[in-house]
């Protein structure tokens, strides 16, 4: 095939590296830019993924255990009539499950330990439709051990930990409402019986959650029944306008809560940041890109007895303009790809690479304590990585339109005057 003379010129001069000692030094320079680029790309497209991995491993975790969309009543006593309430929701067709619950926070001591912990009354005949929690513990078995009236109580596994307490053993629940005699305000407490833990793999839960019949909280807490229902749904992405519907659809006496609402400082963050570290990368990228503008500059000045011999061959300065434009291009493009290729391989390897790393340094990353999970998440999407490419070649571009458009205005008599 025959391609246009400024294509294979510019391929030339982007290869250039065997004509002489400064020639070398411009091929040196270009290939540090575009492995700049490539490294710039790379970069960006790893903690990009890294970040969805981290929000989508969270969420998923977080979902596990908690419902879709909640309904309690506005005045924070128990639901007059739940069953009348999960039968109405289940009419939208997006609802799958629907369990009443009973939440409240509470102190859990066994001897000197104690630990405050939200206690989440369920029905285990219901709550495996809602949480996969709850569907695991009944696979095992242990959720039906939760029978009402036996004040029987699964905790937490990092919970349990804390407290030093096992399957079998007797722990002590305070109630944070106290009870009035005549000798003042007495706390409610009562002894329940550790049939068992639970691992959602999320920090903050299986640290901080027991499970308890709905009955018995009822009881303890004293709302006199379930204080709300809880929701799954076909789609978890559209709690938010199953909640709207199911907002305008129920009395007004309902409040309707979803996910993205009862977590939604979390996630407004993890979005934030999310933003901020792809402005930082994409600098990254824009100073590499730029520094084809230093590369180019150095080629036209040493190229400008060939500029000036294939304008008096009757090149135009467009032409001219094209082969260093070209020439640039192909150094983004190359640099791009190349970092596409090294973002996509390191971030579809993460969870190999990581351990690899803490191993050998003998250190760890993410601490579950802090971080909620414990191994480094990936999660590589087209809606990330198609902007990140698109913003390094436009970038590319960019960077060679001011060092050709010199070229172009090379004139041929100035040039050759010393040659």
Known sequence: MNFPYELQVGWRYTRAGRGGRRNRFISFISGVSMFGIALGVAALIIVLSVMNGFQKEVRDRMLSVVSHVELLNYTGEALPDWQAVATKAKENPEVVGAAPFVSSQALIARGEDMRGAIVRGIDPALEPAVTPVAAALAKEGLLQRLQAGEWNMILG??????????????????????????????????????????????????????????????KLFRTGGPSGVQLRLKDVQQARAVGQELQQRLTRDILVRDWT?????????VQVEKRLMGIILTLIVAVAAFNLVSTLVMTVTDKQADIAILRTLGASPRSVMGVFMIQGALAGVIGTLSGLGLGLLVAHNLDVIVPFIEKV??????PASIYLISHMPSDPQWGDIVPVTVTSLILSFVATLYPSWRASRVQPAEALRYE
């Open 361 to 366: 340094l003998h250190t760890t990353f993410l």
């Open 157 to 218: 596994v990092e919970l349990a930990r804390q407290l030093g307490v096992q399957a079998g053993d007797k722990i002590t629940l305070v109630a944070p409402s106290g009870q009035v005699t005549p000798a003042g305000v007495v706390p409610r407490y009562k002894q329940f019986n550790v049939v068992g833990v639970f691992s959602a793999g999320h920090y903050e839960y299986d640290s901080g959650l027991a499970l308890v019949h709905v009955d018995d909280a009822a």
């Open 261 to 269: 609402r009862t977590n939604a400082n979390w996630f407004d963050a």
